[in-house]
């Protein structure tokens, strides 16, 4: 079993910066896929980046978007600057390896003036 509890969402103006944080634990190890989607209400879910226990980066927008992971502490990071409201959603970690997928609760990222 694995668990993943996402932080670091809240309310945030626009051009400003946030660092999402998604720590994992249970059966987690380096061969798992971690990352995020987001989902904002009313549209489909939206991959947003994602990265191997070797630092392999996929990512929807390499500009926008920075992945990074501390396989030491099983955690991952999304970071985001210069937001917009459109970045307004919920983000969801998730941890894949082969037929396993986990995903976490979400965290509220709102992007308002």
């Known amino acids: 079993q694995v668990q993943l509890v996402e932080s670091g969402g809240g309310l945030v103006q626009p051009g400003g910066s946030l660092r999402l944080s998604c720590e994992a634990s249970g059966n987690i190890h380096s061969g798992y896929i971690m990352g995020w989607y987001r989902q904002a209400p009313g549209k489909q879910r939206e991959f947003v980046a994602s990265?191997?226990?070797?630092?392999v980066i996929s990512s929807a927008d390499y500009v926008r978007f920075t992945i990074s992971r501390y396989n030491a502490k099983n955690t991952v990071y999304l970071q985001r600057s210069s937001l917009k409201p459109g970045d307004t959603a919920v983000y969801l970690c998730?941890?894949?390896?082969?037929?396993?997928?986990?995903w976490g609760q979400g965290t509220h990222v709102t992007v308002s003036s």
């Open positions: 998730y941890a894949r390896y082969t037929f396993y997928s986990h």
């Open positions: 990265i191997t226990g070797d630092g």
